[in-house]
Nanobody, 119 residues
Framework: QVQLVESGGGLVQPGGSLRLSCAVS????????VGWYRQAPGKQRELVAI???????NYADSVKGRFTISRDNAKNTMYLQMNSLEPEDTAVYYC?????????????WGQGTQVTVAS
């Protein structure tokens, strides 16, 4: 059974930074494209960044230039460095294996980590 544990969220002022982590267990992490999704109140969950097994990355336009996704296959962990945060980035952030330009996913969802951007 795959387990995902997201961490690193919190309350930050506009313009601030956070680094999210996602620890994955129970799967061969290295062979999957893995991404960060977010769900804001009243909105559908959306994929905002993804990194392929070979390291290729893609970002939603809304976060391009501000967020950086990375992975450490030796630790079965992925990261999301979020800079220049905006109130519109407020959401619960989740990690999962998936595909770019798709909201499909392959593993059971974790609990997510709340990111709140407010002054």
């Amino acid at each position: 059974q795959v387990q995902l544990v997201e961490s690193g969220g919190g309350l930050v002022q506009p313009g601030g930074s956070l680094r999210l982590s996602c620890a994955v267990s129970g799967s061969i992490f290295s062979i999957y494209a893995v991404g960060w999704y977010r769900q804001a109140p009243g909105k559908q969950r959306e994929l905002v960044a993804i990194i392929g097994s070979g390291g290729t990355t893609n970002y939603a336009d809304s976060v391009k230039g501000r967020f950086t996704i990375s992975r450490d296959n030796a630790k079965n962990t992925m990261y999301l460095q979020m800079n220049s945060l905006e109130p519109e980035d407020t959401a619960v952030y989740y990690c999962n294996a998936g595909r770019w330009n798709s909201n499909s996913y392959y593993w059971p969802w974790g609990q997510g980590t709340q990111v709140t951007v407010a002054s």
